[in-house]
């Protein structure tokens, strides 16, 4: 095992983004998978939960890649958004009109409607769409959000060359966000929670993330850091989210540090590595369908033995990488390369 983690630019591109996407959607995955086991303890799926925090790494490499792109390649709003289109949109809708298809993806009686939320992205904004034919799909909505705020924050980004100052005008958005929903009482509701102002801060630290790395700097981070950080991060994000739903709400912030720290540190286990590395090929592809693939099979197979769902669990899981390759081939060659 190496003494400390090397996070630097080479060949224009970062490793370990790469990486920690492919972790973060792991573990979110694992997450769904165990909290959609209805004999699973309690206990377990509470501590799985804490998968769900992979979202924020998500949302700061997202910002790391796209501004390193952006300043290897300055590109226009409608330029950016076009790109997004092909190789985020279509994918997803695809996925949400064969969900729309399967008769137990939805049990409302407005399902056209539903559907209808997704193709024109209405659903962003009432609650009762946002997650129809998937509890996944709420993270398409915020990545969307950031996307059109993408360009906008690079303008700003040049005219603003303190990355301390950059920073901290979304940090200071975030907390606000977050305020004002703790005041409304809307922290448990999707669309509030989940709107792009309360991950913001994490776009734009990825962001200056990617300017520093553009910039030389390299970052060696010592594994007994990330032991210290990982055990802080999870431990202050887990007792404020079991503490109350209000709580829940302003823990981000450790909830990164940690998750990211872990995710560092899973990196020394080069088997480990290697297996993530692949699957953030098609990590996209897997997010999208994985919930499909998992509920579909819970749904056909209901049988309510611990080990028989684990055993369904481990089959859906395999099952999920296996079409996900396919799809993501079909994706690049079909949709994403015929047009760029």
Avoid at 40 to 50: F, N, R
Wanted: hydrophobic share 50%.
């Amino acid at each position: 095992m190496n003494k400390y983690i090397e996070i630097k630019l080479k060949d224009k591109k970062v490793q370990a983004i790469n990486y920690l996407k492919g972790f973060s959607i792991f573990t979110i995955a694992l997450m769904h998978l165990i909290q959609m086991m209805p004999s699973m303890p309690s206990g377990v799926k509470t501590i799985s939960s804490i998968g769900g925090t992979g979202v924020h790494v998500f949302f700061l490499c997202s910002g790391i890649g796209l501004y390193l792109s952006y300043l290897n390649h300055k590109t226009s709003f409608i330029e950016f958004m076009k790109k997004r289109f092909f190789k985020i949109y279509v994918p997803y809708i695809i996925i949400v009109l064969i969900s729309f298809l399967l008769p137990w993806t939805y049990d409302g009686n407005d399902r056209l409607i539903a559907l209808l939320s997704h193709i024109f992205l209405f659903k962003m904004f009432i609650p009762k769409y946002e997650s129809s034919f998937g509890d996944q799909f709420w993270f398409v909505s915020t990545i969307i959000q950031l996307y059109l705020l993408f360009i906008p924050m690079c303008y700003l980004k040049n005219k603003i060359k303190s990355n301390h100052l950059f920073i901290s005008i979304f940090i200071i958005i975030s907390i606000s966000w977050w305020i004002i929903c703790y005041l409304l009482g809307y922290n448990d509701i999707r669309t509030w929670s989940s709107f792009c102002f309360q991950y913001i801060w994490e776009f734009a630290l990825g962001i200056v993330i990617a300017k520093l790395l553009y910039d030389g700097k390299v970052f060696k981070i010592k594994n007994y850091v990330l032991i210290i950080t990982t055990i802080l991060g999870i431990g202050i994000q887990s007792v404020m989210a079991l503490s109350s739903e209000t709580l829940k709400l302003f823990n981000d912030i450790p909830g990164l540090i940690g998750y990211l720290s872990l995710a560092l540190l899973f990196m020394n286990i080069p088997i480990f590595k290697f297996m993530i590395n692949k699957l953030s090929i098609f990590s996209y592809e897997f997010y999208l369908i994985h919930m499909l693939i998992f509920g579909t099979l819970f749904y056909l197979i209901n049988i309510n033995n611990l080990i028989v769902q684990c055993f369904i669990g481990i089959i859906s899981l395999i099952i999920s990488v296996i079409i996900s390759i396919i799809y993501n081939k079909f994706v690049n060659k079909i949709i994403y390369n015929k047009k760029y």
